[in-house]
Structure formats: C-alpha cells, structure tokens
C-alpha cells in the first residue's frame, strides 16, 4: 500500500515537472517556464520605445537576476543592515497584506462617509511663512528663530494686506515666490498643527507662530472650500485610507498587547 501511494506522489510530481519544465540553469539556479512566462507579461504591460520585449529578452533577465543574487549572495550583500532593512520592509508589508487583506476589502466608502469627513475636516485654502529648522536644532537656532517669527507675526498682524509680502521676504520656502501661496489643501496633506492652527477660523485669520517638525509657521487663511467643490474620487481614497489606518491601528494594539516590549522610557527623554 505504501508502494502505491509512493507511486502515486511521484508520479504527480513528475507530471508537475513536465507542465512546468525547466527553461534554463544558472550556476546551479534553476528557472521554470512559468516564471518566465509570469515575469514575460509583466514586462510586455511596459512600453518602451527603444527595445523590443521579446521571451528571449525577459529571459536573460532573469538569467542576469540569478547571476547578480548569486553574486552578492557571496559577497554578503544580503547581510548589509541597509539591505536587511529592505528585506524585513518587504517582508512586514507581505506580512500584513496577508494578514488583513480579507478585513480591508470589507471597507466601504460611501457619499455619506465621505461627507461626514469632510464636516470635521474641511479643506483650506493658506499662505504661509516658514522659518526651517534643522531636524535636531540647537536650543540657540530654535530661540533665535523663535524671536524672528514673533517679529514677523506682529508685523503681519499691525498690516495683513502685508503678509504676501513678509513671505516672499521671509519665508523659506519655494511657495515664497507667490506670497506664500499654499493653495487648497485636504487635512491628509498638513501636519496635526498645521490643520488646527486654522481650523474653524475666519478667513484672513492669521496664527500665531507653531513650530512643527519642520520648523516655525505663521499661516494665514484664506479660503474654505465647499463640498460641492471637492474632488469625491480623491477623498474616497481619503476615507478609505482613514479606515484602514484605524484596522492597522487596532490590529497592533492587539498584537503589542501579547507581545514582550520593554522600553527605556530614560532614553526617550
């Protein structure tokens, strides 16, 4: 009985190996037919004007592919902590995809979902000046740009009809050519402190500065767009976003949950 089953595995593989044969072999690197027809059509989906996408050709792309792994492989590329970095990158997003792929095609965006984001978060037109900082300043860089944006801050406030002005003199931006001129810009695109500096104000407002990863703002507003205006396509893909950030969310607040975390809260300070 044993015999039989054995006879019948193998001889299942074997019809496996006869539909997919064996295409090529490099340095001991094998490749089937159906990674080359797989990898063939993916390449026929790209247009390029200046090469013909044939099987040979896709072919000794793969053949170079194999050559070039192998090669770094015996160099310990693979073992580089920017290459590892890429690798657990990839591997975190496979990861995930096949652990929630089933939950997030449940997410429906709706006219209404959409609507009700756009309540709470709509979308403002504004003009900015910015002073930059580096991303780790020094306490004297942050007081001495801290004491110019008050300076401009009042200036902008005694004559509003000036601060086109101050940020094409001040502001270190490339928006500094047009006044500061952000245009309209949905709550997905500005930071937490950005948003809330101007959110539910007047228009011609004009914040106070807030500094933010990016260093200090001054923000006027100056337009609020109404929702019979907005792009749908681009905020469903806003709310969808939302709701899948709040899966992610949840999914890991679960995981960190039965995960062993220790934290140096000392070298956080």
Known sequence: MKFILLSITLSL?????????????????????????????????????????????????????????KAAKEKNVDKRPDVIKKMNDIVYHAYISDELTPELKKIKVTDSDIKNYYEKYPEYKTSQILL??????????VAKSLELANKIYTEALSNPK???????????????????DMGY???????????????????????????SQYGYHIVMLTGVKEFKQIDMDMYKKIVYDTKRDEIL?????????????????????
């Open 185 to 211: 810009q949905p709550r997905s695109r500005l930071t937490k402190d950005y948003f809330e500096a101007i959110h539910k104000k007047s228009n011609n407002f004009i914040s106070k500065p807030f500094r």
């Open 13 to 69: 593989s074997l019809n496996l190996f006869a539909e997919d044969p064996i295409v090529a072999e490099v340095n001991g690197t094998t490749i089937r037919k159906s990674t080359l027809l797989q990898y063939h059509e993916q390449n026929l989906s790209f247009v390029e004007t200046n090469k013909d996408v044939s099987i040979e050709r896709s072919l000794n792309d793969l053949i170079d592919r194999a050559i070039g792994v």
């Open 132 to 141: 930059r900082l580096r991303t780790i300043p020094s306490p004297e860089d």
């Open 249 to 269: 969310l949840k999914y890991f607040e679960t995981k960190r949950k039965s995960a062993k975390i220790k934290i140096n809260k000392k070298e956080l300070e």
């Open 162 to 180: 000036q601060f086109n002005a101050l940020a094409a003199k001040y502001s270190q931006t490339a928006a500094s050519i047009t006044g500061g």
